[in-house]
């Protein structure tokens, strides 16, 4: 087991606390670098959807995570942005200018929703947010002299100093993974930074975070403002690789598959949003695969078992109708979110650090170091 | 004038709906402080039990009715020992979480086994309608609107004047405390997810003939009803029932008089304005902690 001897507040807030982790990470960069020419360009495109959703991710980590604010609104962040960018794309404006102006158009609107939800808590704020992402839905869908309504708009492929850059190709997927990669630089400098302190402060208890003196109104205003601008940068990528957005495509539906990222993920760590766009992007070639692939290969197990040939048939075919069923990847993401939250609260990112400890303390790991504890007290509750 | 009240009486009934299944978050919110966002699919599922026992299985529009309370109590009482109970003391967020996640379980199961397709129960309210003067009011309508009072009622009078409504309420002010002194918080529990599941139920068989019931009838309703327990506070019985029948008359009203659209924005906005004004709802007790 590896002791970080800290001598100060330096030590302590180092990006890199050791060289193991310069290795760790240039490997991960050098893979994820020459994983376009290597992989096949439909796993390439889901590395793209793995990238923006993972963007999404740490932006909800920002104000869910580490401010302790819940939201189930924002698939209406990503809805703004991604409108930004087509309207503003009509006009010629220049990929750079309407990235940012998405960013900062979608980080007010943040703002503006920051305000009301300041004298909100809990189910609270979660109602507020759910009906803001549907008063943001029913406009989208109404407003056509901007948005076209329900007709969804058209996104034409992005052109970057000249050059068109095709959403299916290998620049593409750079530029979504240099978006993701300074969104986490930038998150993790933030997050040790005064506002980032004030934030986890919030978080912890509101009420000593303001006896310390943090201006809990004003800090979460900001959290909210900057989760809404990461998540409006992820909408303009969005909206370039689904070519193609329409309004019902923004539904509570997606703000919960964004909640689920961190969950599964860990909503203590920024590794959490990265993990979890993995595992939740992952699901759908997962489908796919149990649809095509799985009864045959179950039969087959079958038949090594000394099935006969009819009754693997049989089970080939029960198989095929179960995956083939419809609503299966909705009973899947069912059963996921609440295994979960009864089995695994601190997500994959915690099993992970499970694990490592495991290894580090070889004989003496105690199981109870991750355990929460347990509050059944209403008053405790209400923070 | 007769627009307006034919309107006003049609809201109220739709209020009703929300009303009821609003109750069911209300009931597991005052005894567990659980919000429970799968309530509108447990309405679903009673919905769909009734469907099979009276429209399937061809029994009696009263035994049929009773078979899905009685059923769907059970499976209150198992989702609750299930998802629930392990995550009693957690923050309410993974609590959240979990339910939404048997929402999604049932839908997609309740598609499965039943199909996608519009379902309708025939009842004794079908058909016909009572006249008052020129103003025509539908039975259907009218049997969802009396067993609203009736079970907002039974249930407040449970809730404030019954033993086992006062250990419920207890147990969500302190389950230790309530634990110490001989409560026994887990079946406290249990029998307030049987009873918001039946609840539920109610909800769901008085408005298949309404609206048919399809897998989706419980997430649509389901997020209609939360502005509503919340518009009535989300601690408070009869405040569940005013907000589900102000969210009901609001988007009757907003779908009639104004602009297409409207309808389903209005009582998201209206939720929005009194959360502004007043953040723990009309009927809510405000909550203070010491420090």
Known sequence: ?383 | MLDFVQQLVSGIALGCVYGLIALGFVLVYKATEVVNFAQGDLMMLGGFFAFTFIGMLGLNYWVGFAGAVIAMALFGMLAERVVVRPILGYPQFSIIMATIGLGYFLRSVVGMIWGTDDFKIETPFSQGVLRIGSLVLAYDKLSVIAATVILCALLYLFFNRTTLGTAMRASSENMLAAYYMGIPVKRVVSIVWAISAAVATCAGVLLAPITFIHSNVGLVLGLKAFPAAVLGGFGSIPGAVVGGVMIGVIESMAGFYLPQGWKDVAPYIVLLVVLLLKPEGLFGVHMRKKV
């Open chain 1, 1 to 383: 087991m590896r002791f970080l001897f800290k001598t100060d507040y330096e030590d302590d807030i180092r990006l890199f606390p050791h060289s193991g982790y310069f290795v760790s990470y240039g490997v991960l960069l050098a893979l994820l670098v020459i994983a376009p020419f290597v992989l096949s360009s439909y796993i390439v495109s889901q590395l793209v959807f793995v990238c923006i959703y993972a963007t999404v991710g740490v932006g909800l980590m920002i104000l869910t995570g580490f401010t302790g604010q819940a939201s189930l609104g924002h698939a209406a962040f990503l809805a703004i942005g991604a409108y930004t960018a087509a309207y503003l794309q009509q006009f010629d404006v220049p990929f750079p200018v309407y990235f940012l102006a998405a960013g900062l158009l979608t980080g007010l609107v943040g703002a503006l929703v920051g305000f009301p939800a300041l004298r909100l808590q809990g189910i609270y704020l979660v109602i507020a947010t759910i009906s803001f992402a549907f008063i943001v839905e029913e406009v989208l869908a109404r407003w056509e002299s901007v948005t076209h309504g329900n007709e969804g708009m058209r996104v034409k492929t992005m052109s970057l100093f000249g050059t068109m850059v095709p959403r299916d190709g290998p620049v593409f997927y750079f530029l979504c993974l240099s978006v993701l990669i300074l969104t986490i630089v930038g998150t993790l400098n933030l997050l040790r930074s005064p506002t980032g302190r004030a934030f986890v402060a919030i978080r912890d208890s509101e009420t000593a975070a303001r006896s310390m003196g943090i201006n809990v109104s004003l800090y979460k205003v900001k959290s909210f403002a900057i989760s809404a601008g990461i998540t409006g940068l992820a909408g303009v990528l969005f909206a370039h690789k689904l070519s193609f957005i329409s309004p019902e495509m923004f539904t509570l539906q997606l703000s919960i598959e964004f909640i689920i990222v961190i969950l599964i993920g860990g909503t203590f760590s920024l590794h959490g949003a990265v993990l979890g766009a993995i595992f939740l992007v992952m699901i759908d070639p997962f489908l796919t695969y149990l649809k095509d692939d799985m009864p045959g290969v179950i039969a087959g197990l079958a038949a090594t078992f000394g099935a006969g040939k009819a009754t693997a048939d049989g089970i080939q075919s029960s198989v095929a109708a179960f995956a083939s069923a419809n609503g299966l990847k909705g009973a899947i993401y069912g059963v996921i979110i609440v295994l979960f939250v009864l089995f695994e609260p601190l997500g994959l990112y915690g099993r992970w650090l499970k694990i490592k400890l495991f290894f580090q303390l070889f004989p003496l790991y105690k199981r109870a170091t991750f355990k929460r504890q347990k509050i059944y007290v209403k008053s405790e509750r209400n923070r």
